[in-house]
């Protein structure tokens, strides 16, 4: 599953930490999700879609393969 988790997260100007505090999961759960190595629960994945102003679609999307 590809995503554009760091750039929203640029975007805002927020650190993997601010971002993990706001959604209450470690920094290590976000690093994870940016380098594709943990997919989010649909809930971890709402909690990020609201916190960006986005719809999960927008951050989120499928490869081939997934």
Do not use: Y
Request: aromatic share 4%; hydrophobic share 40%.
């Amino acid at each position: 599953m590809k995503n554009l988790l760091k750039v929203e997260r640029a975007i805002l100007d927020l650190t993997q930490d601010d971002l993990a505090k706001q959604i209450e999961v470690s920094r290590q759960t976000i690093n994870s999700i940016e380098k594709g190595r943990f997919v989010p629960s649909t809930i971890l994945a709402l909690k990020l879609s609201k916190v960006f102003g986005k719809s999960v679609n927008d951050i989120f999307s499928l490869e081939e393969g997934d």
